[in-house]
């Protein structure tokens, strides 16, 4: 573009920018063969950046280039129109880009090292002043000091340190001018007066290291110190001076001291106790203890563990006194705790309805309640243990538990037994004395309790009560109506006959025993039944035995503990106490116990988690204990280690139930095959259970129970073999025969006859053929064969063909020679023994 144009004035305004910071040129660089080629080159200026409260210097402008000479005016014959003349280049245009870079450094370099110095001189005046203030105060200090001695001579070392600093601060301002910048040049400490050198040699005690090096930093002045004004000296703390005047007195005074007496204490020892708590309640150094240890030869560390004797000896060589307490003196004994007799009063009987299984001992108890608790049971049987109270005619109240009566609840029937006054053993007519009627008389009389025979079902075809009164004295139960002193009844829980009567034999036997409880202390109760429910919690029966239970109790029962939230009567009424004798279900309880657990209330939390949490501990011990290794349980390892094992995982729906399946299945187990429970546990199906069943592929049984909707997800993702049961013997019989299927078929042999090998010859080109004499039954072809040498198997095979006199035959009795060819081998010698047999599988069952 021509310079015409870039001189042509516009009519707009030009648009507003920031001054650019870079200077831009041309640069023509030049080629072979005559190329050449211009780059745009720029030159960004070094920005300046003052200290922060400080103005930046003023930067000095480069001189303007001195105008151009005037041109002489001359009269020109007419105006010709000519160019506009170039304009001259400047002398920044005139240097180099290198020239001019190199110029603006120097010109920053310049400007900082104008900054520095004002910066030098500034800090060189304020440290003046600060060395003459300090200077001022400390000369101040002084005076006050000789006006007013020190106390002690501590006090003296104090303003010893604190005059250290003065010649510093002289020297650095004793000419007035201001010093040189600092150099990173080593300094030489500043001289002590010989002054100051004989005041630190009379202090009481010579500075230490950490103190020396207190010295050497006390001439620096900090911001700390600067704001508080004092004299530039680092004071000693209050505890240092305190900590300097006790050590003055022990070394002036201390021979004038009386010995300390030692404590004696009391030291209480458990049956186990590590070496530093044992220290700790001596009151002693556990290094003295360990010390102790290793002269009777025990080199035992403070952290290991020792037993009473050992405890014994240290605390009586510390001259202490032991008393010795038992881990045991934890838990709650109820049989040191007698009531008086001025305290009893007249409490409901207890009465326990047992019997063999179908022999109406629920219907019986429905007929004496008017309820209907056995249409309720799954098959018709009861499979829970029930607490019940019935008032008779005359007001008099009767608790009332009924117990199952299959085979696989023995342990109900016994708890039951053990916590009844009154035993009614329930018989039928019709069926006289069966194997758990024989097994409930054993109970009571184990329990030493009154029994009274009530003989069932005499309405029905073919009832015999004399029979059963003749049976009975088989096992030593003598009836009334035989001489005895046992009372029994004929009555008829369908027709409900003899209830009255029996419901009087129950009093008059309740009103001989002189039954008594002292209802005012602290309830004491036994679990009937526990079981979990999804919204109540854990929830127990308790039959309360003395003592008055209320709502807010706090008590423990077994490993467990709780707070009494809620008491629940047999008729779902919720009820604020329950006396003695008393059957209540108990919300509150931090798990499920077991049933036959003994439910104490105690006085607070602390005391119940206390007890609960000892429990636990001697339970796991008790779980986890290894058995000591002897001849007769070293073959039962043996034989267990052989078997195999039927992994299962059982939930159900109360404790009892869950106790039963589990010695149930135990009991159907064999020296091949042994049931293996992962889980038993009271409530519903969640998905652990699941996961627990999944990883070790076990059936997962649900009696009375159901699980969830996750739950049931979970099982239909991982496969889980589900099996649900409400009936016991519908459940064993169902595990035994999957036991019996994980077996295989039982395979039996049956040994069909004998031959002795006479003779080898060839069949073939490489089979053998065997010259046998039947010795012993028959010999048939496409039997199973077992040839022997010298009564060691050589060869077990297949009879693949059979000849006599070059005839192929079926088979070939005693006494009479043939021909065979074994299957799979040609091992065979003259005077080897060939055994033929018939193998038979069977369906096992155990």
């Known amino acids: 573009m021509s310079d015409e144009n870039n001189n042509k004035p516009t009519l707009t305004r030009k648009p507003l920018t920031l001054s650019r910071s870079l200077e831009s040129g041309e640069v023509k660089q030049t080629f072979s063969h005559g190329r050449t080629n211009k780059v745009v080159v720029e030159v960004k200026r070094k920005k300046l950046v003052g200290k922060p409260g400080y103005a930046p210097e003023p930067e000095v402008a480069a001189p303007p280039p001195p105008p151009p000479p005037a041109a002489p005016v001359t009269a020109a014959p007419a105006p010709v129109a000519e160019p506009a003349p170039k304009a001259r280049p400047t002398s920044n245009d005139m240097l180099s880009r290198q020239e001019r870079q190199a110029k603006l450094l120097r010109e920053a370099e310049e400007a900082r090292l104008a900054m520095l110095e004002e910066a030098s001189r500034r800090e060189a005046e304020q440290r003046a002043q600060r060395a003459e203030e300090e200077r001022q105060r400390a000369q101040a200090n002084r005076e006050v000091a000789a006006a007013s001695p020190p106390p002690v001579a501590a006090e003296a070392v104090v303003s010893v340190v604190a005059d250290w600093d003065e010649p510093v601060a002289e020297e650095s301002n004793k000419d007035g001018a201001a010093p040189a910048p600092r150099r990173f040049t080593p300094v030489e400490p500043p001289k002590r007066p010989e002054r100051e050198r004989e005041e630190i040699k009379k202090a009481p005690h010579r500075p230490t290291r950490g103190a020396a090096d207190d010295r050497r930093q006390s001439g620096k002045l900090t911001v700390t110190r600067a704001l508080e004004g004092d004299d530039g000296a680092r004071a000693r703390s209050l505890a240092a001076l305190k900590r300097a005047r006790e050590k003055e007195k022990r070394l002036h005074g201390g021979g004038n001291r009386q010995a300390q007496v030692k404590q004696t204490r009391d030291v209480v020892v458990p049956e186990t106790i590590t070496v530093q708590e044992l220290a700790n309640r001596m009151a002693e150094k556990g290094s003295d203890l360990v010390k102790a240890l290793f002269k009777m030869g025990m080199p035992i560390t403070i952290n290991e563990t020792i037993d009473q004797d050992t405890a014994e000896l240290l605390v009586e060589e510390f001259g202490h006194n032991i008393t010795r307490v038992s881990d045991a003196d934890v838990d709650i004994f109820h049989d040191d705790d007698v009531d008086g007799d001025e305290t009893m009063k007249p409490r409901p009987p207890v009465v326990t309805v047992m019997g ?15 309820a209907n608790v056995v249409s309720g049971e799954a098959g018709g049987i009861t499979q829970h243990i029930g607490a019940y109270q019935v008032k008779a005619k005359d007001g008099s109240v009767i608790t009332f538990l009924d117990t199952p009566g299959h085979e696989a609840f023995t342990q109900m029937r016994q708890r039951g037994a053990s916590v009844t006054d009154i035993v009614i053993l329930v018989v039928a007519a019709d069926d006289g004395l069966m194997p758990q009627t024989i097994e409930a008389i054993k109970h009571a009389k184990a329990a030493n309790v009154p029994m009274i025979v009530a003989i069932n079902k005499i309405d029905k075809e073919g009832a015999n009560p004399q029979k059963v009164r003749e049976r009975l004295l088989e096992h030593e ?103 003695p004798a008393t059957p209540v279900e108990v919300l509150g309880l931090t798990g499920v116990p077991s049933a036959g657990d003994v439910l104490t209330v105690v006085e607070n939390e602390a005391r119940a988690r206390e007890v609960a949490l000892y429990r636990k501990e001697q339970s796991t011990k008790v779980r986890t204990a290894q058995v000591t290794p002897n001849l007769e349980n070293l073959f039962d390892n043996l034989s267990a280690t052989r078997a195999k094992e039927y992994p299962v995982v059982i939930k159900g729906d109360v404790q009892g139930s869950v106790e039963a399946i589990v010695t149930a299945l135990n009991n159907i187990s064999t020296d091949d095959i042994k049931v293996r429970v992962l889980l038993a546990g009271v409530g519903g199906i969640t998905e652990s259970d699941m996961l627990l069943a999944a990883a070790s592929n076990a059936p997962l049984i649900g009696f009375n129970v159901r699980p969830n909707a996750k739950a049931a997800a979970l099982a239909k993702r991982d496969r889980v073999r589900l099996k649900y049961f409400d009936v016991i013997y519908h459940l064993t019989a169902d595990i035994a025969k999957e036991m019996a299927g994980e077996l295989g078929p039982e395979i039996i042999e049956t040994v069909v006859g004998r031959a002795e090998v006479k003779d080898v010859f060839k069949s073939g080109k490489r089979d053998k053929a065997a010259g046998l004499l039947v010795t012993e039954g028959i010999i048939r072809k496409g039997l199973h064969a077992r040839l022997t040498r010298e009564d060691v198997i050589v060869s077990k095979t297949t009879i693949a063909s059979l000849r006599r006199f070059k005839d192929n035959i079926d088979e070939v009795r005693a006494g009479l020679e043939c021909g065979v060819v074994l299957a799979d081998t040609n091992d065979v010698k003259a005077g080897d023994m060939l055994e033929v047999f018939e193998i038979e599988e069977r369906e096992r069952t155990l």
């Open 356 to 370: 063999h299984v179908d022999h109406g001992k629920t219907s019986l108890l429905d007929a004496l309640r008017g």
């Open 477 to 579: 139960v003598v009836v009334e109506a035989m001489g005895g002193d046992v009372q029994d009844v004929e009555v008829s829980a369908l027709k409900k006959t003899g209830l009255d009567t029996l419901l009087e034999k129950l009093a008059l036997q309740a009103e001989v025993m002189e039954l008594k409880a002292n209802p005012d202390r602290a309830a004491e109760a036994v679990v009937v039944e526990a079981q979990l429910d999804k919204g109540r919690g854990a929830v127990a029966t308790v039959l309360v035995k003395r003592g008055t239970l209320k709502r807010g109790d706090i008590f423990v029962v077994g490993a467990q503990s709780g707070k009494v939230r809620a008491l629940v009567n047999e008729k779902g009424q919720q009820v604020s106490e329950a006396g």
